[in-house]
């Protein structure tokens, strides 16, 4: 079961105002990305969070899970729980490199 855009749209307002938004379509689920850096994985209406140090004691009795065939595991976040979500999505930002921009192909 695909990611809907309702859900993915749900999971950007629980964790607005901790920066810039957007999401973005990849490999059929989504990417949440927080002032350009990629912070949370979306597949099958689930939000996945990134085994890290730095937000290990707040989701220390999260569920975890693998988004998808061959990834690590990871956290499941409740994004139901707008508070958490935020706190979490925070910490996630603070530690997370933006993408090393793409070289461009010379031919």
């Not at 809907?4 to 990305?33: A, L, N, T």
């Not at 730095?54 to 989701?59: G, I, K, Q, Y």
Request: with cysteine; charged share 35%; net charge negative.
């Amino acid at each position: 079961m695909a990611t809907s855009v309702e859900f993915i749209e749900y999971v950007c307002e629980q964790v607005r105002g901790v920066g810039e938004i957007r999401y973005k379509k990849m490999f059929g689920e989504y990417m949440v990305y927080v002032n350009d850096k990629p912070v949370l994985l979306v597949c099958d209406d689930t939000v996945y969070v990134k085994m890290l140090d730095a937000v290990t004691e707040d989701l220390a009795d999260a569920p975890r899970g693998i988004p998808y065939g061959g990834a690590k595991e990871h956290f499941i976040l409740d994004i139901d729980d707008a508070d958490l979500a935020v706190k979490v999505t925070q910490k996630l930002e603070e530690v997370t490199p933006r993408p090393k921009p793409k070289k461009k192909k010379v031919k």
